[in-house]
């Protein structure tokens, strides 16, 4: 079974500032996606950024970027430049293939971006 | 493009009564799955349609759970009869067999309080 851990239930950063949240995972999949969905106040979540776990290239868009480290079962998730609009609960999600890929989160890390 | 909708956005009954929550797809998409956050815990999975057929119902807690997708469309959730432990956010996403990275496209959630 496939668990997905993270570890900080709440951060804060300054504005403009540089935020990194963690999250581990644990899956027998050989083959799999690991992504970080934010969820707004609003409610509606939304994916941030996504890897695939063959590539060893860390994913990047824009502001946001990853460091995946496939032997520790590592996937952070740095925003660079930190705006108000940052501020949301983030899911750290992994996805094994070849199945229904029914995403597994974890509990989720709510960041303050403070002004 | 229409995003994934859920209806109600809130619900609150009292212990005993049922519940049908409603969660229409994007359009076109044959993937469609239901997910539970309870209070400050994860995220779980409870089931998978594809099309109208259901792919995998292991995080389904128990019997009064009924989910149905009639058509291949829309899909509902019906709680019958609901519990105190069934308060919690209910989600539903959807996802294109074949779209990239498998990416799952979520609703806003329905916020379900069983009193």
């Known amino acids: 079974a496939q668990t997905v851990t993270q570890s900080q239930p709440e951060m804060s950063v300054q504005e403009a500032e540089t935020v990194t949240l963690s999250c581990t995972y644990d899956?027998?999949?050989?083959?799999?996606?690991l992504f970080w969905y934010k969820q707004p106040p609003s409610r509606q979540m939304i994916l941030v950024i996504r890897?695939?776990?063959?590539?060893?290239q860390n994913a990047t868009e824009n502001r946001f970027s990853v460091n995946f480290q496939k032997a520790a079962k590592s996937f952070s998730l740095k925003i660079s430049d930190s705006q108000l609009g940052d501020a949301a609960m983030y899911f750290c999600?992994?996805?094994?293939?070849?199945?229904?890929?029914?995403?597994?989160f974890g509990k989720g890390t709510k960041l303050t971006v403070n002004p | 493009e229409a995003g994934v909708t859920q209806f109600p956005s809130h619900s609150v009954i009292e212990k005993g009564q049922t519940v049908t929550l409603r969660c229409d797809p994007i359009?076109?998409?044959?993937?469609l799955y239901w997910y539970r956050r309870v209070m400050g815990k994860e995220i779980k999975f409870l089931l998978h349609?594809?099309?109208?057929?259901?792919?995998?119902e292991s995080g389904m807690p128990n019997n009064r759970f009924l989910a149905e997708r009639t058509g291949g469309t829309y899909s509902t959730l019906k709680v019958q009869p609901a519990e105190l432990e069934d308060s919690g956010v209910y989600f539903c996403?959807?996802?294109?067999?074949?779209?990239?990275?498998?990416?799952?496209?979520f609703g806003p959630g329905t916020r379900l309080t069983v009193l």
């Open positions: 996403a959807s996802r294109l067999t074949g779209g990239p990275y498998n990416e799952q496209f």
């Open positions: 899956t027998s999949e050989s083959d799999y996606y």
């Open positions: 890897q695939e776990a063959y590539k060893q």
């Open positions: 999600a992994c996805d094994a293939q070849g199945g229904s890929e029914k995403l597994v």
């Open positions: 359009s076109g998409h044959d993937n």
């Open positions: 349609f594809v099309k109208e057929s259901k792919q995998d």
